[in-house]
C-alpha cells in the first residue's frame, strides 16, 4: 500500500536521554560506503619508533586508534624485538634481545591521516603501556604533541575505529585492511580481500589467527583488519609460505587484544602521562580462555544476587507484576555481541537484541520483565542470544484466563497496526542526522512520565523507537494502533531534545504504512 505523507510539529527542550540504551539498524551500504571508507582511512596511523642505540633509525608500521583519549592498537614488533623464535641479527647488533623494545620509554612518533590522499603529518608522541610479545600486541597512549612535547587534553581530535566482536566473524567475510605498507609511496592503503579460514596454533580450541588472501606488505603491520562496516576486526600481523611459494596472511583477531587495551586504559587512568614504561606492562593480563555459553533459563517471581532466582516457577498468577529470568553464564568475555528479546503470545515485545557484554566472566544475569499495570494474563517467552545465534529460549504463563479480565495492553509487533517511517534532518543544513532516536510512549503517557520513568531502557514508558541510519531515515520497531495518540520524544547527540505530547494520532482509516514529514532539530 502507497505511504501517505504527514506533518506534524514538536517543541524543542534538552538532549533526549541516552538511557533508552537504543541501538537501531545500520543504514544501507550505498549511503555509508564512502562516510566508512573514509573513517577507516582516516582513523588508521603511521607509527615511527626510534632505536635507542641509533636515533637515526628505526621502525615504520601502522596502528589503529581506538578513541579519543589517544589509545592506539598495534604490533609490539612494531615497537619491540619479537619473541617469534627468529633471530634478527640488526636488531641484536644494537644490544637488544627478544622482547626489549626498540627504546627504553617505549615511545613512538604518530603520523595522522589528515586526508588519504597525501602524506600522513607527524601529530602526537605515544608510549607503550602494554603488551605481549608472544602475542605480538601492544597497546599505546598518545602523551604529547609532537612538535611542542607538551602534554595533551583528555580527548583529542581524532577519528577512531570501532571494535568488533572478532568471534562473529566467519569463513569467506569480506576484509578491509588499512595501513602504510612502505610501498607504492607513503600514503595510507586499503586493500580488499576475505577470512579464508582460521588457525588455532596452540592446540587451546581458541583460535589465534584469521587466515586471509588479503596481501599483508611489512608496513601493513599493526595497521587495521575491518568489516564492511568499518569495525576493527583484527590486526593484520604476519604471513606464512611453504617451500613451494604459497602464501597465507595472518590477523591476530580484535578479542586477543582486548584485555591488554584494558590494561592500558588501566595504567593511563592511574598514572596519566608516564615517564617509564610501568612495571606491570610485562606481565599482561591472563588470556581468556574457551568460550562464553548460557545455561538454563529459570523464571521466578523474585531475585537474589547471591542466590539468584527466587519463588521458581513456569506459572504465575493474574495480576503480577514482573517476572525475574535468572540467565547463567560462564567463560564470557566483555564486548561479546548478545542480546535478548521478550515474547507475547509469540510476537516480539521487547528486548534489546544487539548488546555487547559487560557482566564479566560467569554468575547468573537477571532479566526481569514487568508492566505498568501488570503483566496481561498469556503466554510468554524469553529468547536469548549469543553472537547473532538463539543459544536459549524458555517461557512462562501468567493467569489462566489470558486477556479476560485484564486492562487494554498495546498490540505486540506484527498485528494490523500503522507502521510509522520518517526522516530526521538537521534544521539549518536539511542534512540527514545520524543515529538520531525517536521515542513514542505508551498511549496516555507524557514527557514527564518518560523522565520519570527509572528502568533501564525506559521499558516502562517507550512504547516503539527508532534510530537513524546515515540517510537520516528511521522505521520505528513496532507499528502503532490505530485510535490511538501518542507523545513523542526525539533525540539526538549535540542537538536540543524535541518532545510533544499527544504529538502523534493515528486515525482508524489510516493506510498500513505512514510516512511523517522530516523532523527538523536545533543544534545545541
Not at 103 to 114: F, H, I, M, R, W
Not at 391 to 396: D, S
Not at 506 to 517: N, R, S
Amino acid at each position: 500500500m502507497k505511504p501517505v505523507y504527514r506533518s506534524w510539529v514538536l517543541a524543542a527542550l534538552v538532549l533526549v536521554s541516552l538511557a533508552l540504551g537504543l541501538v537501531g539498524a545500520a543504514p544501507p551500504a550505498q549511503a555509508q560506503d564512502r562516510d566508512v571508507t573514509q573513517r577507516m582511512l582516516r582513523a588508521s596511523v603511521k607509527l615511527l619508533t626510534p632505536f635507542d642505540a641509533d636515533e637515526d633509525a628505526g621502525s615504520l608500521c601502522s596502528g589503529s586508534m581506538l578513541d579519543e583519549e589517544g589509545y592506539i592498537l598495534t604490533n609490539f614488533h612494531c615497537i619491540g624485538y619479537p619473541t617469534d623464535g627468529q633471530g634478527d641479527e640488526e636488531l641484536e647488533s644494537l644490544g637488544l634481545e627478544p622482547g626489549d623494545l626498540f627504546n627504553e620509554k617505549g615511545l613512538s612518533v604518530v603520523a595522522l591521516t589528515d586526508d588519504p590522499r597525501r602524506l600522513p603529518k607527524p601529530a602526537y608522541v605515544a608510549q607503550a603501556l602494554s603488551w605481549d610479545s608472544d602475542l605480538d600486541i601492544a597497546v599505546l597512549k598518545i602523551i604529547a604533541n609532537y612538535n611542542s612535547k607538551q602534554k595533551i587534553g583528555e580527548t583529542l581530535p581524532v577519528v577512531t575505529m570501532p571494535l568488533a566482536d572478532s568471534d562473529s566473524v566467519q569463513t569467506l567475510d569480506d576484509v578491509i585492511v588499512v595501513g602504510y605498507p612502505g610501498i607504492a609511496g607513503d600514503t595510507v592503503t586499503a586493500t580488499e580481500g576475505r577470512i579464508s579460514g582460521f588457525l588455532d596454533q596452540d592446540g587451546d580450541d581458541v583460535f589465534d589467527w584469521f587466515k586471509t588472501d588479503v596481501l599483508v606488505n611489512q608496513g601493513n603491520s599493526g595497521g587495521a583488519a575491518l568489516n564492511t562496516n568499518g569495525e576493527l576486526i583484527g590486526v593484520p600481523t604476519a604471513r606464512l609460505q611453504d617451500r613451494q611459494g604459497n602464501v597465507i596472511y595472518l590477523i591476530r583477531p580484535t578479542n586477543r587484544a582486548v584485555p591488554y587495551i584494558e590494561a592500558a586504559k588501566r595504567v593511563g587512568a592511574s598514572g596519566g602521562q608516564v615517564v617509564n614504561p610501568p612495571s606491570n606492562s610485562s606481565n599482561p593480563p591472563a588470556r581468556p580462555s574457551g568460550r562464553g555459553s548460557f545455561g538454563e533459563i529459570v523464571f521466578g517471581a523474585g531475585f537474589d544476587d547471591n542466590s539468584g532466582v527466587t519463588g521458581e516457577a513456569d506459572a504465575f498468577p493474574s495480576g503480577i507484576d514482573e517476572v525475574h529470568a535468572g540467565l547463567p553464564y560462564e567463560n564470557m568475555r566483555d564486548g561479546t555481541d548478545w542480546g535478548y528479546t521478550w515474547q507475547y503470545e509469540g510476537q516480539d515485545v521487547t528486548g534489546e537484541p544487539e548488546l555487547e557484554w559487560e557482566f564479566g566472566d560467569s554468575g547468573v544475569l537477571d532479566l526481569s520483565l514487568s508492566g505498568r499495570r501488570g503483566l496481561t494474563d498469556g503466554n510468554y517467552n524469553l529468547q536469548v542470544f549469543l553472537r547473532g545465534d538463539l543459544v536459549q529460549e524458555a517461557g512462562f504463563t501468567v493467569g489462566d484466563d489470558p486477556g479476560g479480565t485484564r486492562p487494554p495492553q498495546p498490540p505486540p509487533a506484527g498485528d494490523d497496526g500503522v507502521k510509522i517511517v520518517g526522516a530526521i534532518i538537521d534544521q539549518a543544513t536539511k542534512r540527514p542526522i545520524n543515529n538520531a532516536v525517536i521515542a513514542v510512549l505508551f498511549p496516555g503517557l507524557t514527557s514527564d512520565d518518560f523522565d520519570a520513568d527509572q528502568t533501564e531502557n525506559k521499558e516502562e514508558s517507550v512504547y516503539a523507537y527508532g534510530v537513524t541510519g546515515g540517510d537520516g531515515v528511521f522505521v520505528l520497531n513496532r507499528t502503532l494502533e490505530r485510535g490511538e495518540v501518542y507523545s513523542v520524544i526525539v533525540g539526538a547527540k549535540g542537538y536540543q531534545r524535541i518532545a510533544e505530547d499527544d504529538a502523534l494520532e493515528i486515525f482508524e482509516d489510516d493506510p498500513d504504512v505512514l510516512e511523517l514529514d522530516p523532523i527538523e532539530m536545533d543544534r545545541q
